[in-house]
């Protein structure tokens, strides 16, 4: 489900949704308009898909909640639900600022490019700076696999520490609002492509383990072994 | 029924020389040094901008946070040795003192940022001071979760067994703030040394 | 064993305030002339090193940890440098 949603999330959203890379803070009101009002057809596309497949993101999360589950044994498993939560939620803020993007795309000959502009500044402010609602995610998911006691960990540690990582490093996106050139605007190296690209890493590793965990499981359970 | 294959055995080896945490260290040193670069980038669209506004920081404050965290650090070491020891008693005592020195980097931080807010100077004065603000900002949240970490694992480290895995929970968070001490040492000479030399 | 590395993160620290100081007061009195920054640059990554070595135990780590950091070090002060030396005012 995982890599399903990343294909889909940067085709659509990414190169249909001219959203890789973001469009710049700098551009004027008329060249957004221009931009809408030139890929409306292809911007709606790629935005349709972008919603219909965002909730893949949240039935992955539910795979690595299931996952963590097995390793709350003593009945506290507030980090599986925040796990859940966090990626569940982390959907909204795509679904939503893809209608954004689509609502700008819908009649763009109609609509006045500050309309136009406000649109699309309103889908990137919101999906930047729901970035705490991935973090709670991604610390739930690290502290909770650091904390196996086996001797072979179920998820090797240093994919906890990453996902820690990550879910720092998101802090940066709290500049975004305050510029629109340079490192940490919407466009920047830091506030899109850094923090998109470690994102998607994460993504990745995180699906490449819960496999393994999900194959290692099993074959314990079919040895009698689970609890 | 066996828990592990080979390569998990040999990893497991392996971890105990280098904790995993390496890869959170590895991750933020990597990263960091990307900001440095970045920072030296961005200086070279106008160094005589960049030269004058790192004048206006107040060196002295620089060079004492730098031997502030050193110090710490240093401390954090001797903490260690003493735990690996089983010297409960000496590792809370190194690492209260640790603590205490490292507290002084926020004092030194706040008089800093305070001068500087008081005169107008924020993030979005000029480039130099949005990198300046940036590097800073984002080291001294380091700062805060180290500390916190090492509040921590003292607290804990009152009841733990010193033979067992907290001993590497130990080590893993003086790692940690050794990080914190590093990246200061490297920020130290190029924000506030560069300009003026 | 625990000695020597008792005795290494103290001569550290030591290094490091030593260098720190020395650094300060090259930047202060432009010492090296035309090449401070560079010398200044040079320590930062000594000190670096240090912190790297004798705190961090880096020297009895696997190889190739301690190679992903050395290399660090140095790819970092070089591009660091190379951009000073571009437009150093």
New interface residues.
């Given amino acids: 489900m995982g890599p399903i949603f990343l294909v889909v999330f940067i085709v659509a959203w990414g190169v249909l949704g001219y959203n890789i890379p973001p469009l710049s803070p700098e551009w004027t009101g008329d060249q957004m308009a221009h931009h809408f009002r030139t890929h409306a057809g292809v911007v709606r596309a790629g935005m349709v898909a972008s919603m219909s497949f965002a909730v893949l993101y949240m039935v992955w999360g539910m795979s690595i909640t299931k996952v963590m589950e097995t390793l709350e044994t003593d009945g506290n498993n507030i980090l599986s639900q925040l796990q859940i939560w966090g990626a569940g939620l982390t959907v909204v803020p795509i679904l939503v600022s893809s209608s954004f993007w689509l609502t700008g795309a819908y009649r763009p000959e109609a609509l006045d490019p500050s309309i136009l502009q406000m649109l699309y500044d309103m889908a990137w402010l919101l999906i930047d700076l729901a970035y705490s609602v991935t973090s709670v995610q991604m610390f739930a998911l690290g502290v909770l696999f650091l904390s196996d006691q086996r001797a072979v960990p179920l998820i090797p540690r240093w994919v906890s520490w990453y996902s820690i990582w990550v879910g720092f490093m998101f802090i940066a996106e709290v500049l975004m609002p305050y510029f629109k050139s340079g490192l940490f605007a919407r466009d920047g190296i830091l506030n899109f492509w850094i923090e998109f690209v470690i994102w998607f890493v994460f993504i990745l590793i995180v699906t490449l383990y819960i496999l393994k965990a999900i194959a290692r499981l099993e074959r314990e359970h079919a040895a009698g072994q689970s609890r | 029924m066996i828990l592990a294959r080979t390569p998990d055995h040999s990893r497991m080896e392996n971890a105990k020389s280098a904790p995993a945490i390496w890869t959170f260290i590895t991750a933020d040193v990597m990263a960091f040094g990307m900001f440095f670069v970045l920072f030296m980038r961005q200086r070279t669209v106008d160094p005589a901008l960049f030269n004058s506004a790192s004048m206006k920081l107040d060196v002295r404050l620089g060079v004492i946070n730098t031997l502030i965290l050193i110090t710490s650090s240093w401390l954090v070491v001797l903490g260690v040795e003493r735990a690996r020891r089983r010297d409960r008693a000496g590792l809370l005592r190194f690492w209260a003192i640790a603590m205490a020195v490292g507290a002084g980097f926020a004092v030194t931080k706040c008089i800093e940022y305070a001068d500087k807010f008081s005169h107008g100077v924020t993030m979005l004065t000029n480039d130099f001071f949005m990198f300046y603000f940036f590097l800073t900002g984002i080291h001294f949240l380091h700062f805060l979760v180290g500390m916190a970490a090492l509040g921590f694992l003292w607290f804990k480290a009152r009841v733990e067994p010193l033979d067992g895995p907290y001993l590497g929970w130990l080590e893993s968070g003086g790692i940690y703030w050794h990080m914190v001490d590093l990246l200061w040492v490297m920020l130290f000479p190029l924000l506030y040394l560069m300009g003026r030399a | 064993m ?1 000695a020597q ?2 005795n290494r ?2 001569g ?2 030591l290094g ?2 030593v260098a ?2 020395v ?2 007061f ?3 009195n ?1 010492l090296a002339g035309g090449v ?2 560079g010398m ?2 040079l ?2 990554a000594i ?2 090193r240090l ?2 070595l ?3 135990e880096l020297r ?3 190889p190739p ?1 301690r190679a ?2 050395e290399v ?1 070090i140095v ?2 002060t070089v ?2 440098w190379g ?2 030396a ?4």
Avoid: D, G
């Fill in positions: 625990t590395l008792l993160a103290t550290a620290w490091l305030i720190t100081c650094s300060w090259s930047a202060e432009h401070t920054v200044i640059l320590i930062a000190k670096v912190v790297f004798n705190f961090m009895t780590a696997p940890w992903i950091f660090w790819v970092c591009l660091i951009f000073y571009y437009a150093p005012r």
